[in-house]
């Protein structure tokens, strides 16, 4: 008789915990329709340790709730990354709840929720990185990675955006990461300019594209294709060993990337900035030999030829390589960019020598002389910054310095019809 009274005492329990989390849960859904979120979260996280033995439908619902609470109150400006992160983890709970019991009923709600805070968090690190707020713009956008594994350019991005922070610890593993999963990003895009807008939209195909163009709503189709990032991913691992004195680690992670990918060739460029950065100049000739012997009229290694040895304060060879390139492909407008920049360096020297100058005739001439050739060195760099502003009319950088360029010059007229165009 005594056990019978236990099950009996048992089952009691149980039912009444029963309608205390069904309670719970149509408490939380009525405060969280109120607006109050605050409260619905208060009362789903007081029934979390009943949850465990409720039925599989009333854990779909609760999950359900809880998610929505947690992504109104982000929605909210209130934590909004910590409580994205919260709104997903339900959102996934229930997903797996209704998935064991082969019930469907909040899952695509669940799916679509989770896309949503998805780009929410990349949204988020968008404002974080226009703000200098780098580290903590990395972290969303790798969340968002987290939410969604086969979006991986959402992992190479999140070390990128690292990068930027200077934290080259949290950047690594991302990088490791990104070459096991022998990453590329190489791909093409479609694009064309939309009429109504003046803005470039992209496309799947290139024949959606194109029949945006044939019935009128588009204008100015266009093919961009996005080389391999594999040179700049191994370029980083390498670098990060370099500073960490992980020296022989960086050259073997570069050596095995070549072999693995005999194809790619922005690799060799990135084992000649190791051994640049290492100074080893007489491997970084042999490999820079290397490459122009198999390329010589390969616009794209020449470029970045010139930014090696840009980087390496060797102007006079990187502007021999962007010259070359321009010749290759006059409408590479990042040799033109380049080239105006590589000039402008050149700037800061003649500025510092001009404002330690004083007030004998001995100075003043030497003012004079060095006026005429900072004059001399604005207008070397106009042809190449009329040329990419021919080329990009919206490069807001590059009108924005030839105009600077003009005003410096005292070129009004100049500076007048560039700004009007502006």
Known sequence: MKS????????????VATFAQKDQIKSAEKALKSGDTKSAISILDAADYLITNAKDTEQAQYYFVKGNAYLEEAKKGVDE????????????????????????????????SITDIKGRLINGAIADSKVNKHADGAK???????LDKKDTVNLYYAASTYVNAGDYTAALPLYEELKRLNYSGKGTTYLATNKATGEDNAFATANERDLAVKIGTHENPKT???????????????????????????KKAVAEARTANPEDKSLILTEANLYL??????????????????NPNDADLLFNLGVLSGNAKNSADAEKYYTKVIEIKPDYI???????????????????????????????????????????????????????????????????????????????????ALKAKM
């Open 140 to 146: 969303k956008i790798y969340d968002a990675y987290l």
């Open 224 to 250: 961009e294709v996005s080389p391999s990032k594999r040179g700049e991913i191994f370029k980083n691992i390498s670098l990060i060993l370099v500073q960490n004195g992980k020296i022989e680690e960086a």
């Open 81 to 112: 990354g910590k409580n994205l992160l919260l709104a997903a983890e339900s959102y996934k709970k229930l997903i797996e709840t209704e998935k064991q019991s082969g019930k469907t009923k909040y899952s695509t709600q669940a799916a679509a």
């Open 277 to 294: 950065e290492t100074k080893d100049y007489d491997t970084y000739k042999k490999l820079i030999g290397e490459v122009l012997k198999n």
């Open 334 to 416: 990042n040799a033109y960019i380049n080239l105006a920049a590589l000039k402008l360096e050149n700037e800061k020297a003649i500025i510092d020598e001009m404002n330690k100058l004083g007030n004998s005739a001995k100075d003043m001439k030497r003012y004079d002389e060095l006026k005429v050739k900072r004059n001399n060195l604005f207008k070397s760099t106009i042809p190449y910054l009329k040329k990419a502003v021919e080329l990009d009319p919206k490069n807001e950088d590059v009108s924005k310095t030839l105009l600077n360029v003009y005003s410096a010059l005292e070129m009004t007229a100049e500076y007048k």
């Open 4 to 15: 019978k009274y236990v099950i009996l005492a048992s089952a009691l329990l149980i039912s």
